[in-house]
C-alpha cells in the first residue's frame, strides 16, 4: 500500500490549464477579497458599539491581512509576482466582490460581511483543505480556526441585535443586500471553476454544494436571529439574478474598489518605502 | 471594560499547557456568551493558550466572604 496519491499534484505546473487558471483564479479572489475585507474591519476598530467589538474588529482585520498575504504568497507558484499583485494593479483586475468596494456605514452592514461574506470565503477554503493540489494543505488550518471565531462574532452580533425590533429590521435591511453577493460569490451551476476545481479533485465541491454548505451554515443562524423570512426566501429561491455577473472577475457590476480603499490596499502613499 | 445595559462581565480563566492549572487572566464585558468568548479569546491573545473558559461574573458564588466574588472593594458592587 502507498502512501502517494497518485493523482495528487506538487505544484502548478502538474495541473491541466483550465484547472491552473481556475484555481489562480479562486486564490486570487480569496486573497483580493480577504484583504479588502480587513481594510473593512479596521475601519471599525475605533467606531464599534463597544471597546471588546473594536479590539475584535482589529484582531479580524490582523486575521484577514495574514490570510490575504499567505494567499498572494501561494500565487507565487503559478508564475504570478505577488509584489505586483498586492501593490501594483488597477481597480478593474481586482477579484473583489461589489460587497467590498467602498467603506461600510453602518454596523450592521459590517456585520452581513463579517457572518455572510466572510463564512462564504471560508467555505471555500475548507474545500481547499485536501485539495489533491497538495501546497495548499499547510495553509488553511490556522486561517480556518481564526475563521471560526469571525463566525462567532457575526452570529453573538446577529443574536444581540435581534433582541429588538429596531435591531432586527436594521440587521434584515443589512443581511438582504449581502444575500446575492454572497451566494452568487460561488459562480453559476453550469460549467465554470467550480465545477472543473471539483472534478480535478482541487476543491471538494462544485459551485452548487459549497453554496449549499454555506447556507446550511448561515441559514439556521438568521433563524436564530428571527430572519426566518429572509432564510426562506433565499434557500427557496434557488434563482440568483446574474444578470450584471462577471464571471472572469467573481463580482456583480464591473466596478472594483474605489480609488480611496485602492490607495489603502496597495500601500500607494507608503511605495516609496518599499524596501525589496 | 464598558458595562452597558444587557451586558455581563464575564470572567476569563486559560491555561497554556494541559499540566497547568486554569487561571483567571481577566474580564469582558458582553451581551451573550458566543460574544463573550469571542472577546475573551480576541483580547487574550498573548499566549498560546491550551485552553480558555469564560464563565458569567454572577455565576460565582462567595463562600466565606459577603462580598460578591472579584470585587476589589468590599463597598462595590456589580
Not at chain 1, 490549464?17 to 486564490?27: G, I, K, M, Q, Y
Not at chain 1, 494543505?137 to 462567532?152: I, P, S, V, Y
Not at chain 2, 481577566?26 to 487574550?44: D, F, I, Q
Request: one cysteine or more; aromatic letters at 8%.
Amino acid at each position: 500500500m502507498s502512501l502517494v496519491r497518485t493523482d495528487s499534484f506538487k505544484s502548478a505546473d502538474e495541473l491541466s490549464n483550465p484547472v491552473r487558471e481556475a484555481l489562480a483564479a479562486t486564490l486570487l479572489s480569496l486573497a483580493d477579497n480577504k484583504r479588502i475585507l480587513g481594510m473593512r474591519y479596521g475601519e471599525w476598530i475605533l467606531g464599534a458599539p463597544t471597546l471588546e467589538s473594536g479590539i475584535a474588529c482589529s484582531a479580524m482585520a490582523q486575521d484577514e491581512w495574514g490570510h490575504g498575504r499567505i494567499l498572494y504568497a501561494t500565487l507565487k507558484d503559478f508564475g504570478l509576482d505577488p509584489g505586483v499583485l498586492e501593490h501594483d494593479r488597477p481597480a478593474e483586475e481586482y477579484l473583489s466582490s461589489e460587497l467590498l468596494d467602498s467603506a461600510v456605514e453602518e454596523w450592521p452592514d459590517l456585520l452581513a460581511l463579517n457572518l455572510l461574506f466572510d463564512a462564504a470565503l471560508s467555505v471555500q477554503v475548507e474545500a481547499l483543505t485536501n485539495s489533491n493540489y497538495e501546497p495548499i494543505h499547510f495553509k488553511t488550518r490556522k486561517l480556518l480556526e481564526e475563521e471560526r471565531f469571525h463566525f462567532e462574532h457575526g452570529r453573538g452580533w446577529a443574536l444581540r441585535l435581534s433582541e429588538t425590533a429596531t435591531g432586527r429590521e436594521a440587521l434584515e435591511a443589512a443581511f438582504r443586500k449581502a444575500m446575492g453577493p454572497s451566494l452568487r460569490w460561488f459562480g453559476r451551476s453550469e460549467a465554470g471553476f467550480g465545477q472543473l476545481l471539483q472534478a480535478a479533485g482541487v476543491s471538494a465541491g462544485t459551485a452548487d454544494s459549497l453554496r449549499q454548505v454555506w447556507l446550511d451554515r448561515v441559514v439556521p443562524v438568521l433563524a436564530e436571529a428571527g430572519l426566518e423570512e429572509l432564510a426562506t426566501e433565499f434557500e427557496a429561491n434557488a434563482e440568483l439574478d446574474w444578470s450584471d455577473w462577471d464571471a472572469d472577475r467573481r463580482r456583480g457590476g464591473s466596478g472594483g474598489p474605489d480609488a480611496e480603499t485602492l490607495a489603502r490596499i496597495r500601500g500607494d502613499k507608503n511605495r516609496s518605502m518599499l524596501m525589496d | 471594560m464598558g458595562h452597558l445595559s444587557g451586558e455581563r462581565l464575564y470572567e476569563i480563566f486559560a491555561r497554556q499547557k494541559r499540566a497547568d492549572r486554569l487561571e483567571h487572566i481577566g474580564t469582558v464585558s458582553a451581551p451573550n456568551p458566543e460574544l463573550a468568548r469571542v472577546y475573551a479569546w480576541k483580547t487574550y491573545d498573548e499566549a498560546t493558550w491550551f485552553e480558555m473558559v469564560v464563565a458569567p461574573r454572577d455565576a460565582f458564588c462567595a463562600v466565606n466572604r459577603d462580598e460578591v466574588p472579584f470585587t476589589l472593594h468590599p463597598v462595590e458592587t456589580v
